[in-house]
């Protein structure tokens, strides 16, 4: 008898506990309802995740991955285009789409020609064919030479190109050109840049960057950021060398590393769980531009801190 009524007060209590919260979720409205139970509605269906913690205040929403897409986010590849669009990829299906001001296009097999230049997924691509549709009007080719045109000048004609880099605002480029003179083709650095003395081509392992500061070309090293006057900005770890994965800001103040989904600051400040970080300009002001996928929305988010 004494285990019979242990039993039912037990359930007793179980059930009062059930309607207590019950009462209490129900007195708020859903969207609090939702962050206090971890309960979402998305495309019917449910979800327990919640945001991560690089979600801010005023996010901006880029793209409903159940909508048209219907792509599973962990499948999804992405970048900024130059002309502030995205090119998305759904690695599930091989397929592409771009998406500009909320509208989608595509779906785009990676050899149609929209996509041109950007079909291997790498905005850093050094196949020059690759380089020629994304800088088309800048780069162009005259029968087996490179020609470069930029404010109303014309660079050239190259033998060949490596590192060729644009600044944001494409008013920039710096180049290795190969040049022919006398029975050899050799290198030679060129820019529209004034006032450079930094040896690009005499420096072991220099890279240029025209993606790290806003509307400057920079050279990174194994552990320096300097620009072409020479200035060291930074001194930096080997292992962030790479000009796709730094920003600097623009008073030369601050600087951020991108790893594995991780945006950490040169003042030990981070941002975990995003991922395409890139530089914008909005309204005359430069923001470094961050996105995370939102489980409660299904969708990709953008974040944007003053830089």
Do not use: W
């Not at 020609?113 to 291997?120: R, S, T, V, Y």
């Not at 162009?140 to 930029?150: A, R």
Request: hydrophobic residues 35%; contains cysteine.
């Amino acid at each position: 008898m004494k285990k019979l009524l242990l039993f039912l007060l037990l359930i007793y209590l179980v059930f009062t506990n059930l309607a207590d919260a019950q009462g209490l979720t129900s007195k708020v409205p859903g969207s609090m309802k939702d962050n206090l139970t971890g309960t979402n509605i998305s495309n019917n269906s449910y979800t327990r995740e919640q945001e991560p913690s690089c979600a801010c205040e005023n996010s901006e929403f880029i793209v409903d991955l159940g909508g048209k897409l219907k792509i599973d986010y962990k499948e999804i590849g992405i970048l900024t285009m130059d002309d502030g669009s995205f090119l998305l990829k759904d690695g599930a299906s091989d397929k592409f789409y771009i998406v500009k001001g909320g509208v989608i296009q595509g779906p785009y097999d990676k050899y149609d020609q929209k996509i041109a230049g950007f079909e291997n997924f790498d905005l850093d691509s050094s196949d020059q064919n690759d380089m020629l549709a994304r800088y088309k009007g800048i780069l162009s080719k005259s029968g087996e030479k490179y020609l470069i045109t930029m404010g109303g000048k014309t660079y050239g004609p190259y033998d060949d190109i490596v590192d060729f880099t644009v600044s944001r605002s494409r008013d920039k480029f710096a180049v290795v050109a190969y040049v022919q003179e006398k029975e050899f083709s050799v290198p030679k650095f060129v820019t529209n840049i004034p006032n450079v003395t930094f040896d690009v081509l005499n420096t072991l392992g220099a890279m240029m960057c025209g993606s790290i500061k806003y509307d400057e070309i920079l050279v990174v090293t194994e552990d320096k950021i300097i620009n072409l006057q020479g200035k060291t900005l930074f001194t930096i770890n080997p292992e962030m060398s790479n000009c796709d994965n730094l920003f600097i800001n623009t008073s030369n103040t601050k600087f951020a590393y991108y790893d594995f989904g991780t945006l950490t600051f040169s003042d030990n400040n981070s941002l975990p769980g995003m991922f395409n970080p890139h530089l914008v300009k909005v309204g005359g002001k430069v923001y470094l531009a961050y996105m995370y996928y939102s489980p409660k929305r299904n969708a990709i988010m953008q974040c944007k801190i003053p830089f």
